[in-house]
């Protein structure tokens, strides 16, 4: 398996504008969590899906920001519309099992909004 | 106050000494997670405990639940292992420790 899978490496965008963040969990995993990276901030827990529906999303900051499941195979993170504070690494991770499982990351999206 | 505390925060290391590094948490937790991020951002989760020890090559992590504390270990430490370390604890939240970073020098 090639890992959790996340797209794109890198997204720089203008504040307003809407920005979508991709994530392949790994095949048979049935957990995906969404991290967002700062240096103020340090790792924050965004949302949590357990099989595609959302458990937790108690750490998304506020109304601009959205996740989606679709399927077992892929999720979303929207941010609409982005602010310069939105800037980050965004992580997705997931997990066999559930919430307090090893957890596998992927290489994260590295988001500027200017 | 954070639920999370890590010490220290940065670690100087010569290659081969034996390093520990300490998480400690306030709230009730399921798990405890102990992640590795490496200079170029990617994150690996190195273990996971929900009680006494487990060991992984020359990485040991060990937790106390009664007085809700964690170490983690590195035997023979070696430059690879220079990285930023971050303890996570899940409850009815997820919290994390602000990282340790460790540098060992040749």
């Known amino acids: 398996d090639a890992g959790v899978i996340q797209s794109p490496r890198h997204e720089v965008t203008e504040m307003g504008q809407e920005v979508t963040l991709r994530c392949k969990p790994i095949?048979?995993?049935?957990?995906l969590f969404w991290y967002r990276q700062t240096m103020m901030r340090g790792l924050e827990l965004l949302i949590y899906?357990?099989?595609?529906?959302?458990?937790?999303d108690s750490g998304m900051p506020e109304d601009r920001f959205s996740a989606k499941m679709p399927n077992a195979s892929f999720s979303t993170l929207k941010i609409q519309p982005s602010e310069p504070r939105d800037s980050a690494v965004y992580f997705c991770?997931?997990?066999?099992?559930?919430?307090?499982?090893?957890?596998?990351f992927g290489q994260g999206t590295r988001l500027t909004v200017v | 106050k954070n639920e999370v505390e890590q010490s220290p925060q940065n670690l100087t290391a010569q290659e081969g000494e034996f390093i520990t590094i300490n998480c400690s948490y306030s709230?009730?937790?399921?798990?405890l997670h102990w992640l590795q991020q490496h200079p170029g951002g990617g994150i690996v989760s190195l273990f996971m405990?929900?009680?006494g020890k487990k060991k992984h090559g020359r990485l040991i992590a060990t937790i106390n639940i009664q007085e809700k504390h964690s170490s983690l270990h590195i035997t023979a430490s070696h430059p690879r292992d220079s990285a930023v370390y971050i303890c996570?604890?899940?409850?009815?939240?997820?919290?994390f420790g602000t990282g340790t970073s460790l540098t060992v020098i040749p």
């Open positions: 991770a997931s997990s066999p099992t559930g919430a307090y499982t090893e957890a596998f």
């Open positions: 095949s048979g995993h049935n957990s």
């Open positions: 899906f357990n099989n595609n529906v959302p458990i937790d």
């Open positions: 709230v009730g937790i399921s798990a």
């Open positions: 405990l929900s009680s």
């Open positions: 996570a604890v899940g409850g009815n939240q997820f919290y």
